[in-house]
């Protein structure tokens, strides 16, 4: 078994490694801290955070890729659920089915009949033996994490968390960890959500679409953060035709009507790919490189609303007492810009970040709808719902993959929308009461 | 005010020809014609005269910006850059990759998009100011708590699954409407009215809370208090002071999406089988016809510069203090 990085793997676990340093560098930062610890109080707040967190963990889990001595190329995700690999029938069933959902003809003695032929990995039988040990494996979690919590105190101050609700706090993470437990557990004798045309299972497709989709949440922000960054500051600060020249860029991208914009690019680049077979080894990295350049377009295309934000505020800073203090006692234009305008700009990118992450969700299925978002050979919420299309108008209609895609989608982005509220409505001091 | 409107067209020029250069760099450039006839051509063994013959009939065996080979005027205007992309400040809009008309493709199309886009737009507009308006009403309350969750419930769900939902529910359960088609003239309703509240439900959410912040900074002052004293009922001072005072900031979203409407939504289109520009263009995108794509990435920006011209008048139309400066 050999260690193998995707391009993305690498960026998330690059991103993993500055969040980490962000916090390392600002956890003395008293103002920060507390305005954290303001988040959690709200307990629809600590929740959603909890459940979004769930959801990274499953993405970094599918974010270490291992290359197998037959040369597969398998996450830790995939590890962990390898019997769904493995367990795939023929064809359509139902959540929990024992049978198929399609007839099929079978020749018994002579005379030809019609029947719904059994799963071959399903065993009723052991129903409640997997519930027992879905809830006994995920209290032990619970319990271990919380011995850890409370043995091994000094390292995990969680001073993130002092104000929030200690009770709530191990009640949700208990419940999550339950679900995944018992989702696991039962996934090695049933097919929890189905399986779908070709017979795989759809949780398992669920659960690899998480990665997708928070892939495509953060990474978009990670790439479009510099761009917004760097030319809102530099055109609010140094004004003049510096500002003209980036005024007249956002404008001509913006007037761009968005899809068509990701579109075209993205057409491009199935063009660059076709045409360039020697990029990528295998349909894995094709897919990858496909969703690293995917993420790459999205960037390229949504910075231009911060950077307006951040040249606005920028604006209004530089005519403020203090860096006309900085200027007088003759810092110079770097200096100005790093140490006193870009820090005081860091809650408006904060809400950004948390803000965009939903609506980035939200738009890679439209995408994949329309045809330029994700590979269609990758596990996807916008590949599953585009299938699900086809699979509704059917009679009786294959349900389960739609309901499959549409619980763990809007789990995710429900989430996302109630952190982002509470985050805005702690850390924008307009709202600040 | 028409000062300032020469101003605002004159500046629309150069970020049209910006528009064009982006839409040109992608499609020429980054992909060359070459690239892009073995794509048309499909086969694997294309030989280079079957490409220097597909560029021909298509007109692309042009330079990109500078032909040398031409004469005076020539040198710039017989490249690919002004054939390709500067033709299209006249509307002419030329050739599909497939060989049809897209100018009057487009005429055709344009249509069916507004039936569909504007109704929901004006049915989207005036179910969330008056919900917005009566949740402000009971500011604080119970209702007003309620109504924001589920305008965030609602705002989660993937536009994708009410679409879905909808069609199974209203059509293939329920059989009220067709889940797909469309037909010009008196019967046209019976095909758009599905798509229409569905387009209403999906932008639901964010509507009733954005309009709600905008009413409730408003009804937060002094006049309301004022109209209030004098005698007026809570629902006339919503609708005879609030909601005029909030027109302003609704002004500056709204009306730069009017002429886009002309654009059609791509995904409601496509899913409910409606012919329109929409439609068109996830046809075209899916067919990697650059020529279409070309020409509706122009039309889209023309009519957003549109629509912030019409904004600035609007602007000027709704507030005195704008008009006489």
């Known amino acids: 078994m050999m260690l193998t990085l995707l391009w993305t793997d690498t960026l998330v676990w690059l991103l993993v490694a500055m969040l980490a340093a962000w916090g390392w560098s600002a956890r003395r930062d008293r103002l920060v801290l507390e305005r954290w610890q303001a988040v959690f109080t709200s307990r629809l707040a600590l929740t959603s955070a909890l459940v979004l967190a769930a959801y990274v963990v499953v993405a970094l889990l599918d974010s270490v890729h291992f290359q197998l001595a037959g040369g597969q190329v398998r996450s830790l995700l995939d590890l962990l659920f390898a019997h769904l690999l493995e367990n795939t029938e023929r064809t359509y069933s139902a959540p929990f089915a024992t049978r198929e959902f399609v007839k099929s003809v079978v020749q018994e003695g002579g005379v030809t009949r019609q029947v719904h032929l059994p799963l071959a990995h399903v065993h009723p039988e052991r129903f409640w033996p997997d519930v027992g040990l879905g809830l006994a494996l995920g209290t032990g979690l619970t319990g271990l994490l919380w011995l850890v919590r409370y043995g091994v105190s000094p390292i995990f101050k969680g001073r993130i968390l002092a104000r929030a609700d200690r009770r709530l706090f191990w009640a949700v993470l208990w419940a999550i960890l339950t679900v995944f437990c018992l989702l696991w557990a039962l996934s090695r004798d049933f097919h929890v959500f189905g399986t779908d045309k070709v017979g795989n299972d759809v949780l398992f497709q669920a659960l690899k679409s998480i990665r997708t989709g928070v892939l495509i949440g953060t990474l978009t922000t990670l790439l479009m953060l510099p761009l917004a960054i760097g030319l809102g500051v530099m055109a609010g600060y140094f004004k003049g035709w510096v500002d003209d020249v980036i005024q007249y860029l956002y404008t001509t991208l913006n007037s761009i009507p968005g899809v068509l914009l990701i579109a075209a690019a993205v057409l491009v680049m199935q063009g660059m790919l076709e045409n360039h077979p020697e990029w990528f080894g295998s349909a894995e990295a094709r897919a990858d490189l496909r969703l690293l350049f995917l993420t790459l377009i999205l960037g390229l295309t949504s910075w231009t609303g911060l950077c307006r934000l951040l040249r606005a505020e920028t604006l209004k800073l530089s005519q403020v007492d203090y860096v006309r203090a900085a200027r007088a006692l003759g810092a110079g234009h770097g200096r100005i810009l790093l140490r006193h305008i870009t820090p005081n700009l860091m809650h408006l990118v904060l809400i950004a970040v948390v803000l965009d992450f939903s609506g980035l969700v939200l738009a890679e299925a439209v995408l994949t709808y329309v045809g330029v978002g994700v590979d269609p050979t990758m596990n996807s919420w916008g590949n599953m719902i585009n299938a699900a299309r086809l699979e509704m108008a059917r009679e009786p209609a294959v349900w389960w993959s739609l309901a499959a895609a549409f619980v763990f989608m809007s789990l995710v982005v429900l989430a996302a929308n109630l952190l982002s509220d509470r985050v805005q409505q702690v850390f924008n001091p307009r709202s600040a009461d | ?325």
């Open chain 2, 1 to 325: 005010m028409l000062n300032y409107l020469m101003r605002r067209l004159l500046y629309a020029v150069p970020i049209l020809i910006g528009v064009n250069l982006i839409t040109f760099a992608l499609f020429f450039m980054v992909n060359t014609p070459d690239d892009m006839a073995r794509i048309h051509l499909g086969a694997k063994q294309t030989t280079p005269e079957m490409i220097e013959a597909w560029k021909a009939a298509h007109g692309y065996d042009r330079p990109l910006f500078f032909n040398p080979e031409a004469e005076g005027l020539g040198t710039v205007t017989d490249t690919l850059f002004f054939n390709e992309s500067m033709r299209l400040f006249t509307f002419d809009f030329g050739l599909s990759d497939s060989g049809r008309d897209i100018g009057e493709d487009i005429r055709q199309r344009m249509g069916p998009s507004l039936a569909l886009a504007l109704p929901t737009f004006l049915l989207g507009l005036w179910v969330n100011i008056t919900l917005a308006l009566a949740v402000v009403l009971f500011r604080y309350s119970l209702v007003d708590r309620t109504a924001l969750v589920a305008a965030v419930v609602l705002m989660s769900i993937s536009g994708l699954f009410y679409i879905i939902g909808g069609q199974v529910l209203v059509s293939k359960m329920l059989h009220w409407v067709p889940i797909s088609g469309y037909q010009p003239g008196a019967d046209a309703w019976k095909f758009l009215i599905l798509p229409v509240l569905i387009g209403v439900v999906s932008g639901l959410g964010s509507g009733l809370r954005w309009y709600r912040t905008l009413f409730l900074e408003e009804v937060e002052k002094e006049y309301v208090r004022t109209a209030r004293a004098k005698g007026l009922s809570p629902w006339q001072v919503m609708r005879r002071h609030v909601l005029p005072n909030g027109l302003l900031p609704i002004l500056t979203g709204v009306v730069v999406v009017i002429p886009t409407l002309f654009m059609g939504s791509l995904v409601m289109e496509s899913f409910f089988g409606i012919p329109g520009l929409g439609s068109y263009t996830i046809e075209a995108i899916q067919g990697q016809d650059f020529a279409i794509v070309k020409a509706m990435v122009f039309l889209g920006a023309v009519l957003y510069i549109v629509g912030l011209m019409l904004t600035d008048i609007a602007y000027a139309w709704a507030d005195p203090r704008v008009r006489f400066k």
